[in-house]
């Protein structure tokens, strides 16, 4: 009994000195059915996820949606029984979309977690992967840039920025008769989000003979006066934009003010549905367009309704948002479909669940997403299609799809 006693104190002075969780558990002995394996975040009546959301940051509007999503999905999940026999946990850390922070936060909470089920963000994405990819963890992608592209860790729901782009051209040139020649407008963040939308339109505007006016800015850069100022001295026909709402506001209020009455299409970061409630809300719902693989609201799909039903119950003064709080919600459904899978090959560790995710070909989250999603291959993004949906102070979450989702033939001959 002292060896025993001995033992166990080694094992818990290890488990603290690492932060990791300690060594996986093996499966209880004896005879009946074989038991669950289980390891760091999985115990016999509980699964640990870990959540690293900016809620105090430049995306804190989405991030504290993305919560909401989070919530509902888990909530209704435990109420209906959990995942195998076990309720679902959630630990939350806000990252303030600062990686030095975040990198604090995962050490956290990464010892007590099997997985994270949220991280927003590709910088903080970039900063955590080392340990994420040391401690065998899946990790769900609140960002989309191909960047991220081949980590078997991060599952991302949907495609990615430079797709995203690549289907914004082609939506200006077919909608808004951008041509040959003409001269596009890119705002774009420095770093992984808004270079990697770079990558998208460079590649367009390559194929089709158009130029693009590149303007980069950073997170602490609210003021757009002179980006705006350049992009009508070039006369540009369209801007696409890739940074956070509140450039998006600047944005749009000005280039109307100063009679820039051009198309602005964004990636999916660059939308919450609280800009309605700001100066430029009009100047949006003229020209304002969102291209992702995240249903906009008015989707009537089953799991869109679903969601928005379940929803309005929980929240009934809160505000849906196809970036935010639907893009949680289905980035649990993905979970919730990892650790299924992982529950029935009795494989409850974070390698485990990791081979669970990949083995998903054809993941259908009943509209949440575009398409079905395929994680089988970690080089290419489990999704291609996108929608494109226009600002609509009318449609549930600001966003009004327009048409079905879809993939520009340009993007099937972009490599990543």
């Given at each position: 009994?002292?060896?025993?006693?001995?033992?166990a104190?080694?094992?818990?002075?290890?488990?603290t000195?690492?932060?990791?969780?300690?060594?996986?558990?093996?499966?209880?002995?004896?005879?009946?059915?074989?038991?669950?394996?289980?390891?760091?975040?999985?115990?016999?009546?509980?699964?640990?996820?870990?959540?690293?959301?900016?809620?105090?940051?430049?995306?804190?509007?989405?991030?504290?949606?993305?919560?909401?999503?989070?919530?509902?999905?888990?909530?209704?999940?435990?109420?209906?029984?959990?995942?195998?026999?076990?309720?679902?946990?959630?630990?939350v850390?806000?990252?303030?979309?600062?990686?030095?922070?975040?990198?604090?936060?995962?050490?956290?909470?990464?010892?007590?977690?099997?997985g994270l089920?949220?991280?927003?963000?590709?910088?903080?994405?970039?900063?955590?992967?080392?340990?994420?990819?040391?401690?065998?963890?899946?990790?769900?992608?609140?960002?989309?840039?191909?960047?991220?592209?081949p980590?078997?860790?991060?599952?991302?729901?949907?495609?990615?920025?430079?797709?995203?782009?690549?289907?914004?051209?082609?939506?200006?040139?077919?909608?808004?008769?951008?041509?040959?020649?003409d001269?596009?407008?890119?705002?774009?963040?420095?770093?992984?989000?808004g270079?990697?939308?770079?990558?998208?339109?460079?590649?367009?505007?390559?194929k089709?003979?158009?130029e693009?006016?590149?303007?980069?800015?950073?997170p602490?850069?609210?003021d757009?006066?002179?980006?705006?100022?350049?992009?009508?001295?070039?006369?540009?026909?369209a801007?696409?934009?890739?940074?956070?709402?509140?450039?998006?506001?600047?944005?749009?209020?000005?280039?109307?003010s100063?009679?820039?009455?051009?198309?602005?299409?964004?990636?999916g970061?660059?939308?919450?549905?609280?800009?309605?409630?700001?100066?430029?809300?009009?100047?949006?719902?003229?020209?304002?367009?969102?291209?992702?693989?995240?249903?906009?609201?008015?989707?009537?799909?089953?799991?869109?309704?679903?969601?928005?039903?379940?929803?309005?119950?929980?929240?009934?003064?809160?505000?849906?948002?196809s970036?935010?709080?639907?893009?949680?919600?289905?980035?649990?459904?993905?979970?919730?479909?990892?650790?299924?899978?992982?529950c029935?090959?009795?494989?409850?560790?974070?390698?485990?669940?990791?081979?669970?995710?990949?083995?998903?070909?054809?993941?259908?989250?009943?509209?949440?997403?575009?398409?079905?999603?395929?994680?089988?291959?970690?080089?290419?993004?489990?999704?291609?299609?996108?929608?494109?949906?226009?600002?609509?102070?009318d449609?549930?979450g600001?966003?009004?799809?327009?048409?079905?989702?879809?993939?520009?033939?340009?993007?099937?001959?972009?490599?990543?």
């Open positions: 009994m002292r060896r025993v006693g001995l033992l104190v080694v094992l818990a002075f290890t488990v000195a690492c932060g990791k969780g300690g060594a996986e558990e093996e499966p209880a002995k004896g005879s009946g059915e074989q038991a669950v394996k289980t390891g760091p975040g999985a115990s016999a009546d509980t699964i640990t996820l870990g959540y690293l959301p900016d809620l105090s940051g430049v995306f804190a509007p989405n991030g504290k949606s993305q919560m909401e999503g989070a919530n509902l999905y888990w909530d209704a999940k435990n109420k209906a029984g959990g995942i195998c026999g076990r309720q679902i946990e959630v630990k850390q806000d990252t303030g979309y600062d990686p030095q922070k975040a990198v604090a936060a995962y050490q956290q909470l990464s010892g007590d977690v099997i089920g949220l991280v927003l963000g590709s910088s903080i994405v970039n900063a955590l992967l080392p340990n994420v990819q040391q401690d065998q963890m899946f990790l769900n992608f609140a960002g989309w840039t191909s960047d991220i592209l980590s078997e860790n991060v599952a991302i729901a949907g495609t990615t920025y430079d797709i995203e782009a690549i289907n914004a051209v082609d939506f200006l040139m077919k909608e808004h008769g951008v041509a040959s020649g001269t596009i407008g890119h705002l774009y963040f420095e770093g992984d989000y270079e990697n939308a770079l990558k998208g339109s460079k590649f367009a505007a390559e089709h003979g158009l693009i006016l590149e303007q980069k800015i950073t602490a850069d609210q757009m006066t002179g980006q705006v100022s350049a992009f009508k001295k070039a006369g540009v026909k801007i696409l934009f890739s940074a956070a709402p509140p450039q998006a506001a600047s944005l749009a209020g000005l280039a109307a100063q009679k820039l009455d051009v198309p602005i299409v964004a990636n970061p660059g939308w919450t549905p609280q800009l309605l409630t700001t100066p430029a809300a009009d100047a949006m719902e003229a020209n304002y367009f969102v291209v992702s693989s995240m249903a906009p609201l008015s989707v009537q799909s089953e799991g869109v309704t679903k969601f928005l039903s379940e929803y309005q119950a929980k929240y009934p003064k809160g505000t849906p948002s970036n935010g709080s639907l893009y949680a919600y289905a980035g649990a459904q993905i979970a919730d479909a990892a650790l299924t899978k992982a029935e090959n009795k494989d409850l560790t974070r390698k485990g669940v990791l081979d669970a995710l990949h083995s998903l070909t054809a993941l259908d989250t009943g509209g949440t997403v575009a398409g079905t999603l395929d994680f089988s291959d970690p080089a290419s993004p489990p999704g291609s299609l996108v929608y494109i949906a226009k600002v609509s102070k449609a549930p600001g966003l009004e799809a327009l048409g079905e989702p879809a993939q520009a033939a340009d993007a099937e001959g972009y490599s990543f």
